[in-house]
Nanobody
Framework: EVQVVESGGGVVRTGESLRLSCSAS????????VGWFRQAPGKEREGISCISTGDGSSYFQNSVKDRFTMSTDSAKNTVYLQMNNLKPEDTAGYYC?????????????????WGQGTQVTVSS
């Protein structure tokens, strides 16, 4: 089973960018559905994006699709979430999660491996 660890969070100002990393261990990230989620204080966790590393297809929540992108570096076993034009409402803990080998985002698979999260704070 793959394990994942997030990194790259921080404090930025409105309009700035951050790149979050989701690094895999225990297995390569060659063919997994990998999702990014976020949870703000007092709010429910929400899914914001997903990439199928096997075919590169990706999906984004409407609130971020024009500002966020995902990519994969297979040599580093890492999935990235590039966040541009950040807004205060993007402030949250961000988590990545991986499903099983061979999974695809469009099948909405169960996500079995979760990281500990990384905090993103956007000041106005």
């Amino acid at each position: 089973e793959v394990q994942v660890v997030e990194s790259g969070g921080g404090v930025v100002r409105t309009g700035e960018s951050l790149r979050l990393s989701c690094s895999a261990s225990g297995s390569s990230f060659d063919d997994y559905a990998v999702g990014w989620f976020r949870q703000a204080p007092g709010k429910e966790r929400e899914g914001i994006s997903c990439i199928s590393t096997g075919d590169g297809s990706s999906y984004f929540q409407n609130s971020v699709k024009d500002r966020f992108t995902m990519s994969t570096d297979s040599a580093k076993n890492t999935v990235y979430l590039q966040m541009n034009n950040l807004k205060p409402e993007d402030t949250a803990g961000y988590y990545c999660a991986a499903s099983y080998h061979g999974s695809r985002c469009h099948d909405e698979p169960n996500l079995d491996s979760w990281g500990q999260g990384t905090q993103v704070t956007v000041s106005s």
